[in-house]
Protein backbone atom coordinates (compact mmCIF):
# COMPACT_ATOMS: atom_id res chain seq x y z
CA UNK A 1 0.00 0.00 0.00
CA UNK A 2 3.16 2.52 0.42
CA UNK A 3 4.73 2.05 -2.90
CA UNK A 4 3.17 3.02 -6.32
CA UNK A 5 3.91 0.85 -9.13
CA UNK A 6 3.88 1.67 -12.51
CA UNK A 7 0.30 1.13 -12.98
CA UNK A 8 0.08 3.93 -10.66
CA UNK A 9 2.31 6.44 -11.99
CA UNK A 10 0.76 5.93 -15.46
CA UNK A 11 -2.67 6.89 -13.74
CA UNK A 12 -1.35 10.07 -12.75
CA UNK A 13 0.40 11.11 -15.92
CA UNK A 14 -2.91 10.23 -18.08
CA UNK A 15 -4.73 12.54 -15.51
CA UNK A 16 -2.09 15.11 -15.49
CA UNK A 17 -2.43 15.30 -19.44
CA UNK A 18 -6.46 15.47 -19.06
CA UNK A 19 -6.61 17.85 -16.61
CA UNK A 20 -3.92 20.42 -17.51
CA UNK A 21 -3.37 19.37 -21.40
CA UNK A 22 0.14 19.17 -23.32
CA UNK A 23 0.48 22.57 -23.98
CA UNK A 24 0.46 23.69 -20.58
CA UNK A 25 2.92 20.45 -19.13
CA UNK A 26 5.41 21.08 -21.97
CA UNK A 27 5.41 25.10 -20.78
CA UNK A 28 6.04 23.42 -17.44
CA UNK A 29 9.01 21.25 -18.17
CA UNK A 30 10.52 24.18 -20.26
CA UNK A 31 10.21 26.05 -17.14
CA UNK A 32 11.98 23.50 -15.02
CA UNK A 33 14.58 22.70 -17.24
CA UNK A 34 15.53 26.49 -18.17
CA UNK A 35 15.72 26.32 -14.01
CA UNK A 36 18.29 23.86 -13.53
CA UNK A 37 19.92 25.32 -16.51
CA UNK A 38 20.31 28.55 -14.22
CA UNK A 39 21.20 26.98 -11.47
CA UNK A 40 23.84 24.92 -12.54
CA UNK A 41 25.18 28.53 -14.32
CA UNK A 42 24.71 29.86 -11.17
CA UNK A 43 27.03 26.51 -9.09
CA UNK A 44 29.88 27.70 -11.61
CA UNK A 45 32.93 28.84 -10.49
CA UNK A 46 34.19 32.21 -11.88
CA UNK A 47 37.14 30.45 -12.95
CA UNK A 48 35.30 28.17 -15.57
CA UNK A 49 33.14 31.57 -16.33
CA UNK A 50 35.95 33.49 -17.51
CA UNK A 51 37.27 30.52 -19.43
CA UNK A 52 34.12 29.88 -21.38
CA UNK A 53 33.20 33.64 -22.00
CA UNK A 54 35.89 34.00 -24.70
CA UNK A 55 34.47 30.79 -26.60
CA UNK A 56 31.01 32.55 -26.89
CA UNK A 57 32.28 35.73 -28.02
CA UNK A 58 34.02 34.07 -30.62
CA UNK A 59 30.90 32.39 -31.79
CA UNK A 60 28.87 35.48 -31.99
CA UNK A 61 31.04 37.13 -34.21
CA UNK A 62 31.08 34.57 -36.53
Known sequence: MGE?????WL???????LLFGTSRL??????LAE???????A????EEEKKEAPKEEDQKKS
Open 43 to 46: LKSP
Open 4 to 8: FSPWH
Open 35 to 41: GIRNFKA
Open 26 to 31: GDVGKG
Open 11 to 17: LVIVLAF
